[in-house]
């Protein structure tokens, strides 16, 4: 039945376009990151769905990852071909702000946004968010910890986390925050414990989650969105998402416009389009998120039974980016062997 | 009048690679060095950067690997040369096919085939957990030196194998006439003979190990066992602070230099001669026919080398199949990406390797013929060849970005990289080669007053047929394997199949990336195979 739909979408959007002249149509070019746009994202509908309305072209350029984006914008500065750049997170978006590159924008939805915290930000239009938490693999774990402080004080669990490094990952990083969001000024033991707990660290989230889905270790760091990915994909309930009774940490994913580009009104379109249905069902079933307008109907059974956060944790921005250098190199100082 | 290739042909063949060296690394770099000066502005930050304990373990943890790795791939790789120069056995061409496979291989491609053979759900870990003994074989220091030596072993076995098989028979012959024990002749003939290749290729695997990154963050387990080279990426890609990744970069090509300044400082004074060397067929005997004991020795070394090159290459494989039969690879999106990637893997390595192989050939070819008229330029030439080995991918391709402002060109930018890259490798293989066969034709032509280009394309390159393709399929594995350059550039048009190996995993997809990998494998193989078949 989707496969029916995402024809009828797709003729529906080529048929049109081999009869309009090529070149007439102005072109909207949106920086993102790898995955996204991957031809298992939701990048492909995203754009046959925006340009049966726009009259335009949607170009998706792709960079590495959030932080990647983030880099290239700063040396692509002022001359960058980018319209609009989705894909930062709520960690990079003080810093994003600080360049003065972003033009300031509310979406005409941004009154339905439901996120589990307030959203006052007026620069950037988050587009999903997930809960970072741990994965474990239900045939090596019978009793999982209820909390991340029964996982870092148990005897049990030694060697069995796999986690990514903060200096090259942004989940890396938010197991830092997580940490620091949760002991604040005690984090030093905590983050003691972790190293014991850790088997590895890795560069990226792939290595980690691949190390863990080739039974490395009982436990990985992802989202709690990753077991809808088992359900959904792999019809398997072998890996599950650990509810910690302190909260998980939240990542926001956020897009903005910027103000070198020569496409503002189109920008502006694209931005209240993010809110649409078919645009939050696609990023709950390709890019493995939850949807930032409260329940979407199409969504499969698993997206409201997945654990519960409880509370959602965050650190502010500014806070963040002010602190990053620092909270990183105590990480490292304790991660040594 | 003196015949042959003359001093200002040889300039003209030197010239052409020099150029297009300076171009791809001079310029690139000279922007970076701009920046490095417009944006740095609190030279102390960078001195404490470089004071701080962190960086200090850093460089420690660097050297230490990368020596270690040097020194354990050459010590390993010298009797199992012997083994392969002197005998002849059953499947020892396969094996030596296989050899260069590993440095085909993207190191995530490599550390995920270790995990499967020797993890801790692994084929040896299972093994050893089934007899009782519940060990971590991965996920500390050691694990990420046997990675290394896994991608080095193979290609030194190859170098010092192709240096033994040209030891002088004379000596030997004489040696066996005096009645000299074995371990004497060992000492005064064979080890002299292959003491320069031997240091040469440490330096070469140092300089490789020096910018091994995603295996050290995989297998190491700890983010003190991280190379300079994860700091670099860190500096460029996270905080974008150009400063301390040129600081970094620096420090990486100082300590490539000095290794390469060992190596000259150790032969400069010695005679720089070149021995004429004898070929030492007729010492190629089938080990079938040897006395017990070295049988005994060289099967078991033969079995030994087998074990560790075939365990991981064979997860690969067995991973592979596996996920093929779980439909993996299944629908037609992930086909048609794999059968495009495919293409372009292809297409950039094949170029790369071709025109690595043949600007090597030039540059190597040139200086000798340029050494009849200045010999210390051309000895020098032959030296700066070394500079591009201390260059990390990730800021070479940095730098072109800086320059450029913008990911234009992806295809040529990451060509360069990529050649820049191979070129001191292929040089290494081709040189001594050249050297040889100038000297051999060189007498011959002397005499015949051939002119210079049919001495150049039909005398000397179809004997060398097989160091260039040995040199070809060097770069091609390095191209065809390497992510960092094509990772920053390529993502929008050179979707090579690397790249598509990360996109499958972002996307969860873990079965197809198994599968993709044994179609990585195969096809990096299949080259090889099919070029060696080719020469015979």
């Not at chain 1, 980690?208 to 490395?216: D, I, N, Q, S």
Request: glycine content about 6%; aromatic content about 12%; some cysteine.
């Amino acid at each position: 039945m989707r496969n029916l739909f995402v024809a009828l979408v797709v003729g529906a959007s080529v048929v049109p376009a081999a009869f309009a002249a090529k070149g007439a149509k102005p072109v909207l070019t949106v920086y993102t990151y790898e995955s996204l746009v991957s031809e298992w994202g939701p990048g492909a509908e995203v754009k046959s769905a925006f340009e049966q309305t726009c009259g335009c072209e949607l170009r998706w350029v792709a960079a590495e990852d959030g932080a990647a984006l983030l880099t290239r914008l700063k040396i692509e500065g002022a001359k960058t071909k980018a319209d609009i750049i989705m894909g930062l997170d709520n960690n990079l978006m003080a810093e994003a702000r600080d360049t003065n590159f972003f033009l300031p924008y509310q979406a005409k939805w941004a009154k339905t946004l439901s996120l589990p915290v307030e959203w006052k930000d007026t620069v950037f239009t988050p587009f999903d968010y997930g809960h970072f938490a741990f994965m474990m693999d239900t045939e090596k774990v019978k009793t999982p910890p209820k909390s991340l402080a029964e996982f870092l004080d148990g005897k049990d669990w030694n060697k069995s986390l796999i986690v990514q490094d903060p200096r090259t990952s942004t989940p890396g990083l938010g197991m830092l925050l997580w940490v620091k969001s949760i002991y604040g000024d005690k984090s030093k033991e905590a983050l003691e414990k972790l190293r014991k707990k850790t088997l590895t660290v890795t560069k990226g989230w792939s290595e980690a989650y691949g190390l863990f889905t080739k039974g490395e270790a009982p436990f990985v760091l992802s989202y709690v969105t990753s077991e809808a990915y088992h359900v959904v994909e792999e019809k398997s309930t072998r890996y599950k998402a650990v509810p910690f009774s302190e909260g998980h940490y939240l990542q926001v994913e956020v897009a903005g416009i910027l103000k070198s580009s020569k496409q503002q009104e189109l920008a502006k379109s694209f931005m209240d389009f993010l809110g649409d249905p078919r645009v939050q069902s696609a990023m709950a079933l390709k890019n493995w998120m939850m949807p930032v307008i409260g329940k979407v109907a199409t969504l499969p059974e698993i997206f409201i039974k997945l654990p519960e956060p409880g509370k959602s944790l965050l650190i502010d921005s500014g806070e963040v980016a002010k602190n990053r250098k620092a909270w990183v190199q105590e990480w490292l100082s304790h991660f040594r062997n | 009048m003196r015949s042959g290739v003359s001093v200002g042909l040889g300039a003209l063949m030197v010239s052409v690679p020099l150029c297009l060296l300076a171009g791809a690394i001079g310029w690139p770099l000279m922007g970076l060095f701009v920046e490095f000066f417009t944006t740095a502005q609190d030279f102390s930050a960078l001195g404490d950067l470089l004071s701080s304990r962190w960086v200090g373990g850093v460089i420690r943890f660097t050297l230490w690997q990368a020596t270690l790795s040097a020194l354990l791939s050459v010590g390993l790789a010298f009797p199992l040369a012997r083994v392969f120069a002197f005998h002849e056995f059953p499947g020892k061409r396969f094996l030596l096919s296989l050899s260069i496979l590993p440095f085909a291989l993207p190191s995530i491609l490599v550390a995920f085939a270790f995990v499967i053979a020797y993890g801790n759900s692994g084929y040896v870990g299972s093994l050893l957990r089934h007899v009782g003994l519940d060990v971590t074989l991965l996920y500390n220091r050691w694990a990420i030196v046997a990675a290394n030596v896994f991608f080095n072993l193979p290609f030194a076995v190859r170098l010092l194998a192709a240096r033994e098989a040209a030891l002088p028979r004379q000596q030997i012959q004489s040696s066996a006439l005096l009645g000299l024990p074995w371990w004497l002749t060992l000492w005064h003939v064979e080890l002299p003979h292959v003491a320069r290749v031997a240091l040469n290729v440490a330096i070469l695997t140092f300089s490789l190990c020096l910018g091994s990154f995603a295996i050290a963050m995989v297998l190491g387990g700890a983010p003190d066992l991280n190379t300079t080279e994860v700091a670099i990426y860190q500096f460029v890609r996270f905080e974008f602070d150009v400063p301390a990744a040129s600081c970094l970069a620096a420090v990486q090509l100082v300590l490539t230099l000095l290794a390469a300044l060992v190596y000259r400082m150790s032969f400069e004074r010695g005679s720089h001669r070149h021995q004429e060397p004898v070929l030492a067929g007729a010492l190629v005997r089938p080990l079938a026919g040897r006395a017990w004991p070295v049988q005994a020795f060289c099967w078991g070394s033969i079995a030994l080398y087998s074990l560790f090159l075939l365990l991981p290459l064979s997860a690969i494989v067995v991973d592979g199949v596996r996920s093929l039969m779980r439909n993996a690879l299944s629908d037609p999106a992930t086909r048609s990406a794999a059968r495009s990637a495919t293409t372009v893997s292809v297409q950039l390595a094949g170029l790369a390797g071709m025109s690595a192989s043949v600007l090597a050939w030039m540059y190597v070819r040139g200086s000798i013929a340029l050494s009849a008229g200045f010999p210390r330029l051309a000895r020098s030439l032959r030296q700066l060849v070394w500079l591009s080995m201390g260059i990390s991918p990730t800021v070479l391709a940095f730098a072109w970005f800086l320059v450029l402002r913008a990911t234009d060109w992806a295809f040529v930018v990451i060509l360069a990289v990529h050649v820049v890259l191979a070129l001191p490798l292929c040089v290494r293989i081709l040189l001594p080669a050249v050297e040889v066969v100038v000297a051999q034709s060189d007498r011959s032509v002397k005499l015949l007053g051939v002119p210079a280009w049919r001495i150049l394309v039909q005398i000397e390159l179809p004997a060398l047929r097989t160091p260039l393709f040995l040199a070809f399929a060097l770069a091609f594995a390095l191209s065809f394997g390497e992510v960092a350059a094509v990772a920053l550039f390529g993502s929008d048009e050179v979707e090579t199949l690397p790249l598509l190996l990360y996109r499958l995993m972002g996307a969860y997809r873990f079965h197809d990336a198994a599968a993709l990998s044994l179609l990585l494998a195969l096809v990096c193989g299949s080259v090889f195979f099919i070029g060696e078949r080719y020469q015979k």
